[in-house]
Protein backbone atom coordinates (compact mmCIF):
# COMPACT_ATOMS: atom_id res chain seq x y z
CA UNK A 1 0.00 0.00 0.00
CA UNK A 2 0.87 3.86 -0.98
CA UNK A 3 1.23 6.38 1.80
CA UNK A 4 1.51 10.04 0.18
CA UNK A 5 3.06 12.68 1.90
CA UNK A 6 1.45 15.93 1.89
CA UNK A 7 3.86 18.52 1.49
CA UNK A 8 1.75 21.39 3.89
CA UNK A 9 1.30 22.48 7.24
CA UNK A 10 -2.31 22.15 9.16
CA UNK A 11 -4.42 23.28 11.49
CA UNK A 12 -7.13 21.82 12.91
CA UNK A 13 -10.24 24.65 14.08
CA UNK A 14 -13.28 25.24 15.84
CA UNK A 15 -15.61 27.67 14.17
CA UNK A 16 -18.03 30.47 14.74
CA UNK A 17 -19.35 30.36 11.62
CA UNK A 18 -18.50 29.46 7.89
CA UNK A 19 -18.53 33.21 6.59
CA UNK A 20 -14.10 32.86 5.99
CA UNK A 21 -13.13 29.67 5.25
CA UNK A 22 -11.43 29.81 2.20
CA UNK A 23 -13.05 27.13 -0.09
CA UNK A 24 -10.72 27.12 -3.13
CA UNK A 25 -8.02 25.85 -1.29
CA UNK A 26 -6.79 22.75 -2.26
CA UNK A 27 -7.39 20.79 1.72
CA UNK A 28 -10.47 22.01 3.16
CA UNK A 29 -11.93 19.41 5.29
CA UNK A 30 -15.21 20.48 7.10
CA UNK A 31 -17.27 18.71 10.06
CA UNK A 32 -20.63 19.93 11.44
CA UNK A 33 -22.50 18.66 13.87
CA UNK A 34 -25.21 19.57 16.59
CA UNK A 35 -22.76 20.74 18.89
CA UNK A 36 -19.70 22.44 16.67
CA UNK A 37 -18.12 22.99 13.39
CA UNK A 38 -14.95 21.40 13.02
CA UNK A 39 -12.44 22.47 10.27
CA UNK A 40 -9.33 20.82 8.89
CA UNK A 41 -7.18 23.09 6.64
CA UNK A 42 -3.92 24.84 5.29
CA UNK A 43 -2.66 26.46 8.56
CA UNK A 44 -2.19 29.41 6.28
CA UNK A 45 -5.90 29.55 5.29
CA UNK A 46 -7.36 29.44 8.56
CA UNK A 47 -10.22 32.09 9.06
CA UNK A 48 -9.96 34.73 11.55
CA UNK A 49 -13.35 33.75 12.95
CA UNK A 50 -11.59 30.48 14.73
CA UNK A 51 -12.83 30.34 17.91
CA UNK A 52 -9.85 27.36 19.30
CA UNK A 53 -7.87 25.99 17.13
CA UNK A 54 -4.65 23.45 16.76
CA UNK A 55 -1.95 24.09 14.69
CA UNK A 56 1.09 21.84 14.03
CA UNK A 57 0.13 18.95 12.05
CA UNK A 58 1.41 17.08 9.19
CA UNK A 59 -0.63 14.83 6.80
CA UNK A 60 -0.32 12.25 4.09
CA UNK A 61 -3.30 9.72 2.71
CA UNK A 62 -3.43 6.47 1.56
CA UNK A 63 -3.07 6.38 -2.29
CA UNK A 64 -5.73 5.31 -4.29
CA UNK A 65 -9.10 5.43 -4.17
CA UNK A 66 -10.00 2.69 -1.23
CA UNK A 67 -13.27 0.51 -1.90
CA UNK A 68 -15.75 0.22 0.77
CA UNK A 69 -15.77 -3.08 1.52
CA UNK A 70 -11.61 -3.11 2.58
CA UNK A 71 -11.45 -3.63 5.83
CA UNK A 72 -8.64 -2.37 8.63
CA UNK A 73 -6.74 -0.21 6.74
CA UNK A 74 -7.00 2.48 8.70
CA UNK A 75 -7.11 0.40 11.95
CA UNK A 76 -3.26 -1.06 10.80
CA UNK A 77 -1.88 2.14 10.18
CA UNK A 78 -3.35 3.63 13.72
CA UNK A 79 -2.41 0.39 15.38
CA UNK A 80 1.27 0.69 14.21
CA UNK A 81 1.26 4.37 15.28
CA UNK A 82 -0.04 3.62 18.71
CA UNK A 83 2.88 1.38 19.49
CA UNK A 84 5.41 3.76 18.37
CA UNK A 85 3.18 6.48 20.81
CA UNK A 86 2.04 8.74 18.29
CA UNK A 87 -1.53 10.14 17.89
CA UNK A 88 -3.57 10.50 15.06
CA UNK A 89 -6.57 12.59 13.70
CA UNK A 90 -7.91 10.58 10.95
CA UNK A 91 -10.26 12.05 8.36
CA UNK A 92 -11.82 10.15 5.79
CA UNK A 93 -13.49 11.06 2.50
CA UNK A 94 -15.44 9.35 0.05
CA UNK A 95 -12.34 8.05 -1.86
CA UNK A 96 -9.62 7.58 0.76
CA UNK A 97 -8.29 8.63 4.25
CA UNK A 98 -5.77 11.21 5.16
CA UNK A 99 -3.75 10.80 8.73
CA UNK A 100 -2.67 14.07 10.31
CA UNK A 101 0.15 13.45 12.91
CA UNK A 102 1.55 16.60 15.00
CA UNK A 103 4.94 17.79 13.62
CA UNK A 104 7.36 16.72 16.01
CA UNK A 105 6.58 13.00 15.52
CA UNK A 106 6.02 12.95 11.93
CA UNK A 107 9.25 11.36 10.59
CA UNK A 108 9.34 8.70 13.51
CA UNK A 109 5.65 8.02 12.14
CA UNK A 110 6.59 7.72 8.41
CA UNK A 111 9.83 6.02 9.21
CA UNK A 112 7.05 3.27 11.48
CA UNK A 113 5.40 2.80 8.25
CA UNK A 114 7.80 2.46 5.81
CA UNK A 115 8.99 -0.36 8.50
CA UNK A 116 5.99 -1.99 8.11
CA UNK A 117 6.06 -2.01 4.47
CA UNK A 118 4.20 1.16 3.10
CA UNK A 119 5.68 2.75 0.53
CA UNK A 120 6.37 6.21 1.07
CA UNK A 121 5.50 8.60 -1.32
CA UNK A 122 6.97 12.72 -1.73
CA UNK A 123 4.22 15.00 -3.27
CA UNK A 124 6.01 16.79 -6.20
CA UNK A 125 6.03 20.60 -5.99
CA UNK A 126 5.51 22.24 -9.98
CA UNK A 127 6.48 25.61 -9.98
Known amino acids: ME ?8 SVCKLKDLSQVDWASPFC ?3 KT ?4 SLVCETECVPSNTVDREDGWKAFRIQGVLDFSL ?7 STILAEEGIGIFA ?9 LVKVPYFSKAIT ?9 LHECKTA
Open 3 to 10: IKIIDQSF
Open 29 to 31: FLG
Open 34 to 37: DEEL
Open 71 to 77: IGILSRI
Open 91 to 99: ISTYNTDYI
Open 112 to 120: ALEREGYAI
